[in-house]
């Protein structure tokens, strides 16, 4: 542990990482072929011999993701080139690898914290997963944000307003097509505390069928807008089987506060289950977007594992008692 890091360690956010892959691919045979007795190659090989299970571990890592997402990328770089902002263009995208659509663990899961919890602000604490969410999509943001996502190989959860998926029908097909599940965010994105116990039911249920309008399954997760709920709220979204999600960290993406900012504050609060708040609608998400690649590179450098919301729900289950967000953003 005390040993210094590998000069790559030291870099996570740098993009030239893929490049020093290749040659780190190539460089195993390159001292021998060479043969040469110079005395900076004698001290080089032992300096990779010293750091050499850490670099073999972390070429493993990032050849990992690169091979996993490589095809895909390319097929979306392509895609974005031929098709302007939709980078699916006509090939539509498979599944994010690894994540597929709901399981029915997963639903069991949710099944199981709906017995017991009146909303989710966070997982357990036992395990580093952390998961990323969107919400107010989908928009013409979103396909830049699913972009990442597979050029990452990296997993989150969409709460889609009923009305923007009618509007983008499209584009919502991608997220579903990409494998992200697809929680229910209202019809029309009102602050349901302040409706009437009947009105929340309308605008619950005819979210619901927006999604599932375009094709996504009956929504079994669901996010309140401006977290504003109250306990006619809890008793609708249980009674129709969604699990209400909050969040653990609100990285205030629609104030457009600056990328870098986006970047702290989702930095600052990650922690073990923490669920972080995102927007791919509802206004200029460009930040977001520009925001979005860092915060999942230095995740994974403090060795978070990303994984979608059911999938939290389901290896890291909450705790029967949790306090709701402060914040009325969502
Ligand atoms: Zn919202």
Known sequence: MSQPRPPMNSRPYDHSAQSELGSG??????PG???SPQHWETRYRRRRLSAG?????????ILAVVSGGGASSHRLRHGARSSGSRFIGNAPGGPIEGLGNWTPAQTAAVGRVLRYAPFVTQGSRRRRDVALTFDDGPSTFTPQVLSILRREHAPATFFQIGRSARQYPDIAREVLAAGLPIGDHTETHPALAGLSPAQQRTEI???????????APYPRLFRPPYGSFNPATEKLARGHHMLTIMWTVDTRDFSQPGAHKIVFTALSGAKPGAIILMHDGGGPRGETVAALPRIIHVLRHRRFRLVTVPQLVLDDPPERTQSAPQSGAG
């Not at 249920?205 to 094709?215: E, R």
């Open 25 to 30: 691919q190539s460089s195993p045979s390159a």
């Open 33 to 35: 072929v060479s043969g």
């Open 53 to 61: 299970i850490g670099l073999v571990a972390l070429a493993a890592l």
């Open 205 to 215: 249920l005819d979210g619901a069928k927006s999604v599932q309008s375009y094709g």
